[in-house]
């Protein structure tokens, strides 16, 4: 079958800075492919290779098996893409920003309002299609942006931390919407920072780390790469820096960073059955006060691949 969407060795300077390094995945029809990766990572940098906005200094992109760099028009035409930032028009009613962008991709008037309403559907706007989109919370303004994206019927949907800043009742609506997108066999392609979100939406993940990709796969997969290794958060009442140094020399401990200005987040083999070493190892610099173990998850493999946690 071929890909909706396929790249391989992408890569993008600035400068000195090597903002992506041979980035390369497939995407078929029906899968969601997530991109996981602190802020800086380079996925925004990626994304606007892959719909067309900056040129790679090296690399592919094939959209449903066309050339991105020799077929921009018909390439891009397969394409929806939901940026971060949210370019609508305040005075007009979320029905009309549709309008508009519908009319922008040259859509035939008729089938548009038949299309805006299907959309506004998919979107759970259709209640509130007719009033203006100045009254909009952010995630219901994101929900238009999404819409916005779908009304070309593209093959493959690209959307750039769709969630950020958004209120908990658009988040459900956003990921519920896209969960049945996909179902409908659509492709998507997700970047974002938060952990659940990708682990519930996409069914394979790259983590991204310094412009590269680490490691790519399954839940199952990634997470199995950390092996039996718990996350242990520890809050310490004292030198948390000192503490945290000698966490790191505790027999078992395969990483120690900290998380905050009384925590300390690390990675043990057995993690639990370490509490007690833990605690007796930062006697003299500092005291725990609180303890929790956590099994693997895709947090854990960021931190294990990569040596930082994905929000700092
Ligand atoms: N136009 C630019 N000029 C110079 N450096 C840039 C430019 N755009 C991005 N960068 C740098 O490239 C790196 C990757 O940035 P990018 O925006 O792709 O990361 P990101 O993972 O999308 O993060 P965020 O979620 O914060 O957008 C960062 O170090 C960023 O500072």
């Known amino acids: 079958m071929t890909a909706a969407l396929s790249c391989g060795g992408l ?5 000195d800075l090597v903002a992506v390094h041979d980035v390369g995945f497939s995407i078929a029809p029906g899968q969601a492919y997530g991109l996981l990766g602190p802020n800086g990572a380079g996925k925004t940098t990626t994304i606007s290779m892959l719909v067309g906005l900056l040129r790679p200094d090296t690399g592919t992109v094939l959209v449903g ?13 397969r394409i929806g893409y939901v940026p971060q930032e949210i ?11 549709l309008r508009f962008f519908g009319r922008l991709f040259g859509l035939p008037r008729r089938a548009l309002a038949t299309r805006i309403a299907e959309v506004l559907d998919l979107i759970g706007l259709a209640d509130r299609a007719d009033t203006k989109l100045g009254t909009y919370s952010g995630g219901m303004k994101r ?13 493959v949907l690209i959307l750039d931390e769709p969630t950020v800043g958004v209120d908990p009742q658009s988040r459900k609506a956003i990921l519920e919407g896209l969960e049945r997108l996909v179902g409908d066999g659509m492709a998507l392609l997700y970047t974002s920072h938060y952990m659940e979100e990708v682990e519930r939406v996409c069914d394979r993940v790259a983590i991204i780390d310094h412009g590269r ?14 092996g039996g290794a718990d996350t242990v958060e520890l809050v310490l009442d004292g030198d948390v820096e000192a503490a945290c140094a000698k966490l790191r020399a505790v027999e078992g401990v395969a990483e120690a960073v900290r998380t905050g200005a009384a925590s300390v987040r690390l990675m043990a083999d057995g993690g639990r059955y370490l509490l007690p070493s833990l605690i007796t190892a930062v006697e003299g610099h500092a005291t725990v006060t609180a303890t ?21």
């Open 11 to 15: 890569g993008k300077r600035y400068g």
């Open 87 to 97: 370019a609508l028009y305040p005075e007009l009613t979320g029905r009309e920003n």
């Open 213 to 226: 990709i680490v490691a790519d796969g399954t839940r199952r997969e990634l997470v199995s790469l950390v």
């Open 292 to 312: 929790q173990v956590i099994e693997p998850d895709l947090e854990a493999t960021f931190l294990h691949l990569t040596g930082t946690t994905l929000r700092d």
């Open 143 to 155: 929900r238009i942006n999404i819409g916005a994206a779908l009304l070309h019927r593209p093959e």
């Open 65 to 77: 098996g066309v050339d991105l760099a020799r077929e921009p028009l018909r390439a891009k035409s």
